[in-house]
């Protein structure tokens, strides 16, 4: 069943900067979606659109629709669309440097109470070096312990789908690891979906269901995970493909430009 369907949407900056271009996609049950592509290539637009936090750039989707269990969230700001269970995980600026790990977890309920004591117990279960941590200031924390801090605020709020932004980005393979099997647990105890973004293919293909490639603002190819791993360009440009020699990064930008992958 489908939960997030987001249809031919497109992204416009300043009013005059087009992002994105009828990017389509769906997020299903208990489903890890990958979105991937280069830098620039729209990845980080796309989830912005979906989260409500474009307008904070000067953006704002100008045509398609995004619609989640029924309701339209396009263009709607982040508190609404939080509120109907879609969180995001962004790539930077991912914790309060001046809180500690336990007050972290407590900013976006600031309600408190018994439940979200409850609920700050249960979400140590997945990540349990922030239970040992958990008086600790985020300033001190390393980068993947900030990491881990950001998908555990976010689960405070109670999501139905996790949106993350850039899971592995300047964090050492072990600790990238460690992330991942804690994201498939989260998707198995929880029934939490995730709309992963990904610089990374082999990282994001190792746990995703399905995947959307882009590039240059558009979607130009998706498939589930076997289909993406045995695609030859995919291999090629996204999975270190072994070939007779190295591509160049002109022979890349040619490639692009070729627009193969509409073929």
């Keep these: 069943m489908t939960m997030l369907r987001v249809e031919t949407i497109e ?9 994105v271009q009828g990017v389509t996609l769906a997020v299903g049950e208990r ?27 000067d953006a704002r989707i100008t045509e398609g629709s995004i619609t989640f269990n029924g309701h339209r969230l ?7 669309i939080a509120a109907r269970g879609l969180t995001l995980v962004p790539e930077r600026e991912k914790v309060f440097p001046n809180l500690t790990v336990a007050e972290n977890l407590m900013a976006p ?5 018994g439940d979200q004591r409850r609920q700050a117990e249960r979400v140590y279960h997945f990540f349990p ?37 850039e899971l592995s980005l300047g964090l050492a393979p072990i600790v990238v690891d460690d992330l991942k099997r804690r994201l498939v647990a989260i998707r198995d105890e929880l029934g939490i979906s995730i709309l ?68």
């Design 11 to 19: 992204v416009v900056y300043k009013r005059v900067i087009t992002a």
């Design 31 to 57: 489903q890890i979606v990958a979105l991937l592509g280069t830098n620039g290539a729209g990845k980080t637009t796309t989830l912005r659109a979906i989260s409500g936090f474009l307008g904070l750039d």
């Design 74 to 80: 396009d263009n709607r700001p982040p508190h609404q």
């Design 109 to 113: 309920v600031p309600h408190g109470g």
């Design 129 to 165: 070096r922030l239970a040992e941590l958990r008086n600790r200031v985020g300033g001190l924390l390393s980068g993947g312990e900030r990491q881990m801090l950001a998908i555990a605020s976010a689960l405070m709020c109670r999501p139905k789908v996790l949106l993350i932004d």
């Design 196 to 263: 992963l973004v990904e610089q990374s293919a082999a990282v994001a293909l190792e746990i995703a269901d399905y995947a959307y490639v882009m590039e240059n603002g558009r979607v130009v190819f998706d498939g589930d995970r076997s289909r993406l791993a045995g695609h030859k360009d995919v291999q090629e440009f996204y999975l270190g493909g072994t070939g007779s020699a190295r591509r160049s990064y002109r022979d890349v930008k040619q490639y692009r430009r070729s627009r193969r992958w509409y073929g």
